[in-house]
């Protein structure tokens, strides 16, 4: 068993000590929505770790004596509060069972700049719209998975910082660098004066998705789960572009569009 000398033993739901847990389904909101404190919040022990190896500034751990021994050699060095509850307690705590069994949670830093997110990379995800939590933290799982280096944030996305975006990552939000882009579709002139050729996915577009659209920087643009993409945005790209299906079937789940443009335009799809 392993034994870490700061474990603090928690047996009472109301402690104060674990408020930053408290009621998770209200708490997990900006700091400027009602109830919302704007923490990072990481489930279970997969994300946790890579979020003790992330930028983000730990504030605390909360697990089963079970799941503390799985992080055991991620936490020897933590300096942050952990704690060690029962499945009952913490389910009180956090206003539902988890069975994931371990949370940890973080502050966030400030923002990063389009700049720092640009600069270095070669494969850049644009998100128009994106507004489902999940699509978005599976957008960012798959951008992790099939090597595309930033993801800017335009107009209407939801908040990848939310606990079930960083969950669908598997904690990847934490590790990709992303920022707003602004102004919104204007901004995409700034990846072509970097040179990004940004290639909007639109199934209405004539021309097919081929790897060697790709060239030694581009931008992979990406609309809401409903209406796609904007004229605007669609507009301000290089090229319009769409991935070849079956008849009968007219769009893919954004996510998985992503999946399948990172690919063909990556290494992996060469």
């Known amino acids: 068993m392993w034994e870490h000398a700061d474990v603090i033993e928690v047996r009472d739901p109301t402690d104060a000590r674990v408020d930053d847990f408290r009621a998770l389904t209200t708490a997990d909101r900006r700091p400027d929505r009602p109830g919302g404190r704007g923490l990072v919040i990481a489930e279970g022990v997969i994300v ?3 979020l003790l190896t992330s930028r983000f500034p730990l ?7 079970r799941r503390l021994d799985d992080l055991a050699d991620d936490l020897a060095g933590v300096d942050a509060p952990v704690y060690a509850t029962s499945a009952e307690v913490m389910a009180e705590v956090v206003g539902f069972h988890l069975n994931r069994g371990v949370l940890a949670v973080a502050d966030r830093p400030g923002p990063l700049s389009v700049d720092d997110v640009v600069g270095p990379a070669r494969r850049l995800a644009v998100l128009e719209g994106v507004g489902d939590h999940e699509n978005l933290g599976a957008l960012f799982r798959n951008a992790a998975a099939l090597g ?3 993801v800017l944030l335009g107009t209407g996305c939801s908040d990848p910082l939310y606990r079930r975006s960083v969950r669908v990552s598997m904690g990847h939000v934490l590790g ?6 602004q102004p919104w579709p204007d901004g995409l002139k700034l990846l072509r004066d970097r040179g990004f050729r940004v290639l909007a996915m639109t199934p209405s577009a ?16 990406l609309g809401s789960e409903g209406p796609g993409l904007t004229g605007e945005a669609v507009a301000a790209a290089d090229v319009a572009v769409r991935i070849p299906m079956a008849g009968g079937v007219d769009s893919l789940n954004v996510a998985t569009a992503g999946a399948v443009a990172f690919y063909a335009l990556g290494e992996y799809g060469r």
């Open 48 to 50: 946790v770790r890579r």
């Open 59 to 65: 504030r605390a751990v909360l697990g089963v004596r």
């Open 148 to 150: 595309v280096d930033g």
């Open 176 to 181: 990709i660098p992303f920022a707003t882009l």
């Open 206 to 221: 004539q021309r097919s998705l081929t790897p060697d659209l790709g060239g030694d920087r581009v931008a992979v643009l």
